[in-house]
């Protein structure tokens, strides 16, 4: 029996212990964030003398932080309302016709699982030029909704066909187009999936680094993680303003996590489990 | 039943996610295949010169040496991240399973670096791991451990241990999540079955829960190995894109990255067929290992 109850301790120990190594970081950077580039130096375990925001003023005067943000929730926004909008009417045809080509459709579709956008940057570097969208956040909203097709089709085409084929059959009867099934009955439906979808195409997005490190060079368009690239290329050895600007690029996503942590878990998994 | 004049309409509805999946996924990806069959003078498109780019990366200095070095990095991450990341992972994923006070608390904090973008977490860690002023040397001193403490990314030799253990701490929520997952689909009569004919904790571990996880833990698998040969922002953020301190962190990504923008073997010139030719080979590594181990996979399940 003792050695059941050490056993026991023993996995709390370090259940909790890595509590502890996965939020002390985070703590560190806030807590940093509050204290003078000079406190910070001596001693970056400790607390701030004095609690002031001086350093995200100094931060909001140094940046456009506010643009980074706009530009952030626009690009993340905007794709995501588009991969869901579009996924879903691709999902709709193929989860509830039969046409010759459906198989092929959804295995074609498929195929983007396999694929690593990211080696194809060049090709897409030069098409983004040629479509004259090199410093446009549509580039970044494009790409997105592009490569967030795959999973959200598959994602969403596995939920529909679990859906009982006589809800449509009676709206059809009662004179409803294609269009207005798939709005009006399929879709409400669908809203837990539609849910998964939203979540690992926002984070995605609002995370990305690297597109926009390619396609977008003026500070006034770059979205948050890339405006922090220039921030720590410019002020490198201003510690209080790098923590400061680290802690505001992390907090929206964090509150928004602390808000729906459970929707966020089960979306991003449902991605990889399924 | 009458069939509408309007019902050819249904064939639009797939159309802008087929067309914007085909332009922005497929045709880069395909256009990088045929790139690499090029000469290319800077981004104008030359010659046709076969498998040559391929040669070029395989035998010729200093590109082959860049590109055995960098493999042996995506290898070595991927080997350290399958230990680290989900070797633990699945431990705390079994602690939670086997029913701990606060499981929503311990799983929302494992969690919570993996909404982080790569870049801040990169960044975060450069400073905590700085030499001077950082928090990690700065804490092994107030534990009497000065002589511990090390310039963590400016030493060759843990260089690229560490952006490794610092993927790890990013990954090691989404791990548990997946093999929890796992585990909660096993059915609970199996596991009472095999308590009752007398099997141990470890016992039952080993011959009724980790079979039974195997789907999970092969996902996971898969999706750690792309993500190992992948491996691109983290070594940017924290060591810039030659992979410093001299390539000792450099990956196969960072190298294509050099070749495609500029960079690479100490020049500032991009070299396009180079470049393509070792995405294609990128590209063949994870599409085949992945493409086999989901075959295995679906394979065994059909067998139980």
């Known amino acids: 029996m003792n050695t059941r109850i050490g056993a026991r301790s023993l996995q709390y120990l370090l259940a909790y212990l890595f509590v502890l190594l996965s939020i002390y970081p985070i703590w560190l950077m806030i807590v940093n964030s509050f204290k003078t580039t000079a406190e910070i130096y001596m001693d970056p375990l400790g607390l701030p003398a004095t609690f002031s925001f001086t350093n995200y003023r100094k931060l909001w005067e140094t940046v456009p932080f506010a643009d980074y943000l706009t530009n952030s929730i626009l690009v993340s926004v905007a794709s995501v309302i588009l991969t869901l909008i579009f996924a879903s009417l691709a999902a709709f045809y193929l989860a509830r016709f039969s046409f010759r080509w459906n198989g092929f459709l959804y295995f074609f579709f498929l195929l983007g699982l396999m694929i690593p956008i990211k080696l194809g940057i060049v090709p897409l570097f030069l098409l983004m030029k040629e479509l004259g969208l090199l410093n446009s956040l549509w580039s970044l909203i494009l790409l997105y909704t592009g490569s967030g097709i795959p999973l959200s089709v598959f994602i969403l085409t596995g939920f529909l066909r679990t859906l009982p084929i006589e809800l449509e059959e009676a709206a059809r009867i009662d004179g409803c187009n294609h269009f207005q099934v798939f709005w009006r009955i399929l879709l409400p439906l669908v809203r837990p999936a539609l849910g998964t979808v939203m979540i690992i195409n926002f984070i995605s997005a609002w995370n990305d680094f690297f597109f926009p490190l390619i396609f977008i060079q003026k500070d006034a368009l770059k979205t948050i993680p890339i405006g922090m690239l220039s921030l720590f290329g410019e002020y490198e050895a201003d510690w209080s303003l790098l923590f400061a600007g680290l802690t505001l690029s992390a907090l929206p996503m964090i509150i928004v996590f602390l808000l729906a942590s459970k929707q966020f878990m089960e979306g991003l998994t449902a991605g990889a489990v399924k | ?304």
Request: hydrophobic residues 55%; glycine residues 8%; proline residues 4%.
């Open chain 2, 1 to 304: 039943m009458a069939k509408s004049k309007r019902s050819w309409l249904i064939h639009l509805f797939p159309l802008p996610a087929l067309i914007l999946y085909v332009m922005f996924v497929l045709y880069p990806l395909f256009s990088a295949f045929s790139y690499s069959l090029y000469d290319w003078k800077g981004i104008a498109k030359g010659a046709f010169v076969g498998l040559e780019n391929f040669t070029t990366l395989f035998t010729k200095e200093p590109f082959n040496e860049m590109f055995w070095r960098a493999i042996q990095h995506n290898l070595i991450y991927f080997v350290i991240e399958m230990i680290v990341q989900n070797g633990l992972g699945f431990l705390l994923a079994y602690i939670i399973y086997r029913k701990i006070r606060g499981a929503e608390l311990l799983k929302a904090a494992y969690f919570l670096p993996r909404l982080l973008s790569v870049i801040i977490v990169g960044f975060l860690w450069k400073l905590i791991l700085n030499p001077n002023f950082g928090a990690l040397n700065t804490f092994l001193g107030k534990l009497g451990l000065e002589s511990w403490a090390k310039p963590w990314l400016g030493d060759p030799d843990t260089a690229l241990y560490a952006i490794i253990l610092v993927n790890c701490w990013f990954g090691i929520g989404f791990a548990v999540l997946v093999f929890l997952a796992g585990l909660q689909s096993i059915p609970a009569e199996l596991i009472e079955a095999a308590r009752l004919d007398g099997a141990n904790r470890l016992r039952l571990l080993r011959s009724v829960v980790l079979p039974l996880c195997m789907p999970s833990i092969t996902i996971m698998s898969v999706l750690t190995f792309i993500q190992a040969f992948e491996a691109f922002e983290l070594v940017y953020a924290m060591q810039g894109s030659m992979g410093e301190p001299v390539y000792s962190t450099d990956t196969l990504a960072v190298y294509f990255y050099r070749l495609a923008f500029g960079g690479a073997g100490g020049t500032d010139t991009v070299a396009i067929g180079l470049g393509s030719a070792l995405a294609v080979v990128l590209f063949l590594i994870v599409a085949s290992v992945s493409a086999i181990s989901l075959y295995l996979l679906r394979k065994r399940e059909v067998q139980h």
